[in-house]
């Protein structure tokens, strides 16, 4: 008998300084108009000085062991989704580890923006195969350290921010708790693999950057927007569906859905394409940007704080980015 799962706890930390578009047009070449048109953004968080991903990671993950009332010890296995690790290695997870305290396994998941549902499956099989009761999954991303400021960088760096989002997922062995990680998806699709990376540093040269990469740019992430865009309204509403008929429940009986905050434009695709009605999306693209792996997560932790998200009601999340990577999740919350 495979044992059900259940998220006991959800956390977000955003950095306090606010990045708004009107900040952007002083540094390159663009206009609060075109971000605000083509990707819905108004402003993102940025890291202020001396901040390091572990102690993003760390915010958030102390707030979901807080909302499920577990102390950091009773934690069995840290997954930390990322790619803005805080080091080349170890992974952010050791750090947070340390941070927190205890001796249990950490390891550290990148799968882009694709991430936390990465490691939410990870997790969720975890515990249902009886090996953990309960793992804490963050995802974590400082991207505002690593974006090209200049002109050249612009349709990339416009687009992400900082923050991090953390749950706490558990075996629910309640007979009367109906609550359950249902269904999760994943695919990914490696050969349009650098239609969004970024490829330095890299273990294929020595020294892994040299100044031929400098020169082209190598070391800030590339990205063919269109492309992306195009597979990205295909992919969600694709591996959306297939996720709620494995776990046999209709669209109209979703609550809320969740979708990876890259684009308001991509999600309001979707959203149309699959018949949703505007208030069952949320989104705080608007405010955050892109996070990767940790926007549905933060997306999580608002709902909850806003006492949107009720136990019992069905909900989906819904992501995909670089790899490329994409899945969803069907839960009853
Ligand atoms: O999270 C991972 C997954 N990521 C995504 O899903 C992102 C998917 N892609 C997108 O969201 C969109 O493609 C973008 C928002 C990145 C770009 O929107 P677009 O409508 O596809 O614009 P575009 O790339 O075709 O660029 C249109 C124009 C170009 O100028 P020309 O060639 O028409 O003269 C760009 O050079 O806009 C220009 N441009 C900008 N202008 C002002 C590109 N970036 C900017 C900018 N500010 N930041």
Same mark, same amino acid.
């Given at each position: 008998m495979t044992i059900r799962t259940k998220i006991t706890g959800t956390g977000m930390y955003l950095p306090d300084r606010v990045v708004t578009n009107k900040d952007l047009e002083e540094l390159m070449d663009t206009s609060d108009e075109w971000i605000r048109q083509r990707s819905g953004i108004v402003e993102r968080r940025y890291i202020t000085e001396g901040q390091q991903p572990v102690d993003l990671a760390e915010a958030a993950a102390r707030q979901a062991l807080e909302a499920a009332e577990l102390e950091p010890d009773q934690i069995d296995c840290i997954v930390l989704a990322t790619l803005s690790s805080q080091a080349d290695f170890p992974g952010t997870s050791f750090f947070l580890q340390a941070r927190l305290g205890g001796n249990m396994p950490c390891f550290d998941l990148?799968?882009?923006?694709?991430?936390?549902?990465?490691?939410?499956?990870?997790?969720?099989?975890?515990?249902?195969?009886?090996?953990?009761?309960?793992?804490l999954v963050v995802g974590c991303e400082v991207h505002s350290t690593g974006l090209d400021f200049s002109t050249h960088g612009r +349709?990339?760096?416009?687009?992400?921010?900082?923050?991090?989002?953390?749950?706490?997922?558990?075996?629910?062995? +309640?007979? +009367?708790?109906?609550?359950?990680?249902? @269904?999760?998806?994943?695919?990914?699709e490696g050969k349009y693999a650098k239609k969004l990376w970024l490829e330095a540093p890299t273990s294929c040269v020595p020294g892994r950057i040299n100044q031929e990469m400098m020169d082209r740019r190598a070391h800030f992430p590339s990205m063919q927007g269109k492309f992306v865009f195009k597979h990205a309204v295909t992919r969600m509403p694709q591996v959306l569906r297939e996720t709620l008929d494995a776990a046999s429940v209709k669209?109209? +009986?979703?609550?809320?859905?969740?979708?990876?905050?890259?684009?308001?434009?991509?999600? @309001?695709?979707?959203?149309?394409?699959l018949g949703i009605p505007a208030e069952k999306l949320r989104n705080n693209i608007q405010r955050y940007g892109n996070c990767s792996a940790a926007s549905i997560p933060i997306l999580l932790a608002e709902a909850e704080r806003e006492g949107a998200l009720k136990r019992g009601d069905l909900v989906s999340l819904t992501g995909f980015g670089s790899g490329f990577s994409w899945g969803s999740a069907a839960l009853r919350w």
């Open positions: 990148q799968a882009q923006c694709s991430g936390f549902l990465y490691g939410l499956t990870v997790a969720r099989s975890l515990v249902a195969s009886g090996q953990y009761q309960r793992v +349709d990339v760096t416009v687009l992400f921010g900082d923050g991090s989002g953390a749950v706490v997922v558990e075996a629910n062995t +309640d007979e +009367d708790d109906r609550s359950d990680i249902l @269904e999760m998806r994943l695919h990914a669209l109209e +009986d979703i609550s809320l859905f969740f979708f990876h905050q890259a684009n308001l434009r991509i999600n @309001e695709y979707v959203a149309n394409n």
